[in-house]
């Protein structure tokens, strides 16, 4: 008698109906939100690109914000002032520079109602870049 269902029909109907949903689950909290690059800047001319991490979070959860400049020939640019809005921090905390290595960031502890979006957003010079981050929902309780 022939097997009505073999493996391969298996692991066909796995991949197709099963493995999407997997994906999209396990992309939530470990997903990073990438913008950019943008430039160049007035006037110095500088290009940059933002990474925040998680970019799907519950409330007072900590975000990791990057930034990296670089010049027009792909030098990385030390010393570039970085400011950052969207969230609720201590402003002498919002602003910082780049390191040696281009890059500059911060670690912030978000603290917006569940079920809502913080948009965070960086300055270098006149450019901007704004990355969301999502709030989930409280779990309900019984």
């Known amino acids: 008698m022939k097997?009505?269902?073999p493996l391969?029909?298996?692991?066909?109907?796995f991949a197709i109906v099963l493995a999407p949903?997997?994906?999209t689950h396990c992309g939530g909290q470990t997903s990073v939100g990438k913008v950019g690059p943008v430039g160049p800047t007035e006037p110095s001319g500088y290009?940059?690109?933002?990474?925040v991490s998680p970019n799907v979070i519950r409330t007072g959860d900590v975000v990791d914000v990057t930034v990296r400049v670089w010049d027009s020939n792909g030098n990385n640019m030390a010393g570039v002032y970085l400011a950052?809005?969207?969230v609720a921090i201590d402003p002498k905390d919002a602003e910082?520079?780049?390191t040696t290595a281009g890059w500059g960031g911060w670690l912030l502890k978000v603290e917006s109602p569940?079920?809502?979006?913080?948009?965070?957003?960086?300055?270098?010079?006149?450019?901007v870049l704004t990355s969301p981050v999502m709030i989930l929902p409280t779990a309900k309780t019984s």
């Open 114 to 127: 569940p079920g809502t979006q913080v948009n965070i957003t960086v300055v270098v010079e006149n450019a």
């Open 21 to 23: 949903l997997l994906l």
């Open 84 to 86: 950052i809005s969207g």
């Open 8 to 13: 391969r029909k298996i692991v066909g109907l």
């Open 3 to 5: 097997d009505k269902f």
């Open 47 to 51: 290009y940059f690109e933002m990474m």
């Open 96 to 98: 910082t520079t780049t």
